[in-house]
């Protein structure tokens, strides 16, 4: 009895619902994340192929909240696993020789969060398929406005110039291509403007992958 209230105390609660959590959430919002999770062989109309664990909505969107702005990077783990068995389950992990690039934060937006969350699930992501992992791949050197809000010709523009090769690659380029990680996909803008900066260094990318898309799957089954 006096073990269970201790555990009860020293474990912290689901940082969802605050209801006590065995792992990083509790039963009830881990059943309702994984409501969230595309169905297996799902296909996006993305000009880069896209690897995407779920829809970005409801407790999917509350948890990739929390780890951003609430400072729950335990939440890093289990979102991370999970894209990572999602993409393991895809016929493009079988390509050897990929190293993970999340989308880097700039400097001074790195500062004020004290991480960057693309970079923690990737780690995990990493734990689990055995890649490796570039964190400082692509650096970037722009802050952006908030991309929804602008037209397609504007988030064009905004988005020229916003990455450059980071420290690792300026060292050394990879071997093998890239698969870029980063937590939502929304218009691609972002992804967009990663890809070209790696392609005009002469490195190729494999693919995209993230935790969560607002895009529609277009194909359920194969
Ligand atoms: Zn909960």
Redesign the pocket.
Known sequence: MIKTLLNLFLKPN?P??N?P?HTE??D??ERQLLRCRFPQNVKFATEVPLCVWGQYKDVLKRAIAALKYDHHTELAKPLGYGLAETWLSTPQSQISSLTVVPIPLHAAKLKQRGFNQAELLAKSFCELTGLSLSAQGLERIKETEALHQLSAEQRLKEMQNVFNLGQDFRRRRPQGSVLILDDIYTTGATVKAAISQLQQAGIPVAGVVAIATTQKSVISNQ
């Open positions: 689901c969802l619902c209801r959590a959430l509790c009830y919002c």
